[in-house]
């Protein structure tokens, strides 16, 4: 009969002793021993189960920390872990992978989304011959809750007989498979927001303002995601072909550790599609807004060409009148026929003239229509032009065929 031991019992309805599915404490111990049973405990120090960890066939200890870049290496130190091998995985940001032979540590990222907040915590997971320490900050979700409640059965899974190598392999792989599926169900809030800022940029009532902000926080919690990602893939990198002396040299085992380096790799490609479809919708926006402004440019050009007209207009007599105004030429009231006939002509002319010389120009095309339909305007006036160049060019053929 397999026997079960805990730090905290209860009864139920009929009197039979029961174990709590919570473990909350800053540390927790599941261990697999020679005898067949399974040992399960938290509590505030890894002291009361140092002794379940020197008789165990495989263990895995968890413990979480409020102040990780103070506590984790401290944490580490307790369990027999070189400072030398935890502080490099600790304080350095790109350092992912240490193995010292007979001790070994990898860091992992786990990733934590609050709409376009995406947060990476680390998380150590430091293995000797017989048991895994996984260190991480408390702030990450309820994963490892979720492992501590099932530790006894994935460790059931795991043959006694089996060599001390393939034991570590698979508790790691567990492990690591809880990490990145929980990882990979953040990818999935990330695609809910990003839907509703897609209703938004449909919206053509949403200001502009707010747009440009929400698309980049989108994009930048997607570069955030990916380099989480790239780093479970390194991860994977150092793993998959068994090199260091604590991980197996299965070949089954570390198949399933290079299925594991596909599926992130396949959420890396989801990442960047998403990545892309942002892209495309910054490009989409950007093309709304110079049509905006090439819609405010032809409502000015308007204005410029009437001013011009009414400018000329007013301009051209007001010359002739300041000329003639002068005593050289002497007018009198007689001469008022004629002068108004003058003025009157020369304005009628000028505002003509001006007026073709506008159009000549084309700043009144398509002032009277949307983008859109100066667009559509355009395409017919664009063929006949082609027309008319391929009509010149076949004139100018047909000579030099005759010639010849």
């Given at each position: 009969?397999?026997?079960?031991?805990?730090?905290?019992?209860?009864?139920?309805?009929?009197?039979?002793a029961v174990e709590p599915d919570i473990y909350t404490r800053h540390w927790f111990c599941a261990a697999l021993l020679p005898s067949g049973t399974t040992y399960r405990k938290d509590a505030e120090s890894p002291e009361s189960f140092r002794d379940i960890l020197n008789d165990a066939v495989i263990a895995w200890v968890d413990c979480w920390t409020d102040d990780f870049d103070k506590n984790a290496i401290d944490a580490a130190v307790q369990l027999g872990f070189s400072k030398e091998m935890v502080g490099p995985l600790v304080s350095q940001t790109l350092e992912n992978y240490q193995d010292f032979g007979v001790e070994m540590g990898i860091k992992m990222a786990s990733v934590q989304v609050k709409q376009f907040d995406v947060t990476i915590h680390p998380l150590l997971l430091l293995i000797n011959k017989t048991f895994i320490l996984t260190i991480h900050p408390r702030s990450i979700d309820r994963r490892f809750m979720r492992l501590r409640?099932?530790?006894?059965?994935?460790?059931?899974?795991?043959?006694?007989?089996?060599?001390?190598?393939?034991?570590?392999?698979?508790?790691?792989?567990?492990?690591?498979?809880?990490?990145?599926?929980?990882?990979?169900?953040?990818?999935?809030?990330?695609?809910?927001?990003?839907?509703?800022l897609n209703k938004d940029m449909m919206d053509p009532a949403t200001p502009r303002e707010t747009l440009g902000p929400k698309i980049y926080e989108m994009k930048h919690a997607l570069v955030v995601y990916l380099n989480a990602l790239w780093q479970t893939v390194d991860v994977f990198h150092a793993l998959r072909y068994g090199d260091a002396d604590l991980i197996t040299d299965n070949v089954r085992l570390l198949h399933r550790m290079s299925l594991q380096a596909d599926d992130v790799n396949h959420q890396i490609s989801l990442a960047e599609h998403m990545s892309?479809?942002?892209?495309?919708?910054?490009?989409?926006?950007?093309?709304?807004?110079?049509?905006?402004?090439q819609a405010l440019n032809n409502r000015l050009a308007r204005v410029m060409a009437y001013l011009t007209v009414a400018g000329t207009a007013l301009l051209v007599p007001?010359?002739?009148?300041?000329?003639?105004?002068?005593?050289?030429?002497?007018?009198?009231?007689e001469d008022m026929w004629w002068y108004i006939v003058l003025l009157a002509g020369s304005t009628i002319i000028s505002t003509y003239l001006v007026w073709l010389w506008v159009r000549k120009l084309g700043w009144t095309r398509g002032m009277d229509v949307s983008v859109k339909e100066f667009g559509k305007a355009a395409g017919p006036a664009a063929q006949k032009?082609?027309?008319r160049k391929r009509i010149k060019v076949k004139k100018r053929q047909r000579p030099a065929a005759a010639s010849q």
């Open positions: 009969m397999e026997e079960i031991k805990n730090n905290a019992v209860s009864a139920n309805s009929t009197g039979q409640r099932y530790a006894n059965a994935f460790l059931k899974k795991i043959p006694i007989a089996a060599v001390p190598e393939d034991r570590i392999t698979m508790l790691l792989l567990r492990i690591t498979d809880e990490t990145n599926e929980r990882n990979f169900e953040h990818l999935r809030q990330i695609e809910d927001y990003s839907d509703e892309d479809v942002m892209a495309s919708g910054l490009e989409v926006l950007q093309t709304i807004y110079n049509n905006q402004l007001n010359t002739i009148a300041t000329i003639m105004s002068s005593s050289a030429f002497d007018l009198q009231t032009r082609s027309v």
